[in-house]
């Protein structure tokens, strides 16, 4: 297998994207990506999108979208994986470049959400989960977030209120992000004023949804010019596993197995430990995701999530550095694009392109995409040449 660099990010704004459609949005992020790095297309083109079929009326991405950006005759594929669609089409990116079969590809995450009524959208997130035992009797994405949260701080005796480092952390840093949605800091007393959405989660608990895309291009590392202006940054580690779609067929419902499992053998590919890694994207879409990501990556103990944040280690300035340009909760949570956010933020950082918030030590980053409450967990690892 050959090795692999990002050399062109794009991405768009996550917002409510009104006057643009869906191929508008995700041809912006993959026009983007190709001028960075002066190319004008690639060999193919893999568009990760959980909701287009329902909330656009449109499937067939993959033609769709090269048509629109003036790749016809390249390959085109719609990888769907619930919540981790955006790493998935990332993977796939990197094996056909990784595997010789093509000498360039570009991922593209897109969502657009905003077209289609709240309940509507609420429905389709639930598709997700468990349609016969979770969305069949009645529980949504939320709720099944809260019944593990609500597990967790019975287990662990945690309160509530020990969570809200993650949101201000992600809101703290999301000021700094021109691309997030909300670019607003949040006090300790907002976050305990939000409003109740399913028990124990709040308002401020929870990712928005929005509109928005988010792009990468990859070649064979050998094909990148010596002289490049910008840190060659290459792809070292994806990996992925499942778990059961339903949280409660889990051995153990707040102990994310497959984040473990996806993670142990990108940790074990990119020959580092946690202690290496310089910044994590994680997929904060809820609070309680992101205290269990760090348990089963290593950079807690379990049970001691919470405790990262309450610390402040997740901070810019911190040991483990997470939702560094606003995460999931700040950022926003355009479903299918959002781990290919997570790709471009972590280039960023490892370029020395992030603003106000940037990371110290970025030699190596991670990104983990959440399918599902667990379900699909795909991890990559990049480094900075």
């Known amino acids: 297998m050959r090795e692999v660099a990002v050399i062109g990010i ?29 190319i004008e297309q690639t060999d193919c083109l893999y568009v990760g999108n959980m909701m287009s079929g329902s909330a656009n009326h449109q499937q067939h991405l ?31 990116a990197l094996m056909a470049v990784a595997s010789g079969s093509v000498e360039s590809a570009i991922a593209v995450g897109v969502e657009k959400m905003t077209d289609s009524p709240g309940g509507e959208i609420t429905t389709q997130l639930a598709t997700a989960a468990d349609g016969d035992w979770e969305a069949d009797m009645g529980l949504s994405f939320v709720a ?10 019975h287990e ?36 305990q004023k939000a409003p109740m959405i399913a028990d124990p989660i709040n308002l401020m608990d929870a990712s928005p949804m929005g509109d928005g895309s ?23 580690a994806s990996a992925a596993a499942t778990d059961t779609i339903a949280a409660h067929s889990r051995k153990d419902p707040i102990w994310l197995s497959a984040a473990e499992k996806s993670v142990k053998d990108a940790y074990a590919q990119a020959g580092v ?36 944040a ?59 995409n959440i399918g599902g409450s667990g379900s699909n967990i795909i991890t990559h690892i990049l480094k900075a040449e």
């Not at 099944?144 to 701080?153: E, K, P, S, V």
């Not at 949570?333 to 106000?356: D, F, N, S, W």
Request: with cysteine; net charge negative; aromatic share 8%.
């Open 62 to 92: 993959g033609s769709y979208i090269a048509d629109w950006v003036g790749m016809r005759f390249a390959e085109g594929y719609h990888i769907e994986a619930a919540c981790s669609s955006g790493a998935a089409a990332f993977r796939s």
């Open 144 to 153: 099944i977030n809260a019944l593990i949260m609500q597990r967790y701080l």
């Open 10 to 38: 794009g991405q768009t704004r996550v917002e409510e994207h009104w006057d643009k459609s869906l191929r508008e949005i995700a041809g912006e992020a993959i026009l983007l990506a190709l001028q960075e790095c002066g």
């Open 273 to 308: 430990t946690p202690a290496d890694i310089g910044v994590f994207e994680l997929h904060d879409a809820f609070t309680i995701m992101a205290a269990l990501s760090l348990e089963a990556c290593g950079f807690a103990e379990p049970g001691q999530g919470p405790k990262a």
């Open 214 to 236: 988010a792009a990468a291009v990859l070649v064979p590392l050998e094909m990148v010019k010596p002289h490049s202006r910008q840190k060659v940054i290459k792809v070292v």
């Open 310 to 368: 309450i610390e402040n280690q997740i901070s810019p300035k911190g040991r483990i550095p997470i939702a560094t340009r606003g995460g999931l909760k700040s950022r926003g949570h355009p479903v299918g694009a959002t781990g290919m956010y997570q790709i471009v933020e972590v280039v960023q950082q490892l370029r020395g392109e992030a603003g106000e918030t940037q990371v110290e030590r970025p030699i190596y980053g991670m990104t983990q």
């Open 156 to 191: 662990y005796h945690w309160s509530k209120d020990d969570f809200a480092g993650f949101s201000i952390n992600a809101h703290a840093n999301g000021s700094h992000n021109p691309f997030a949605r909300f670019q607003d800091p949040i006090s300790p007393a907002a976050y």
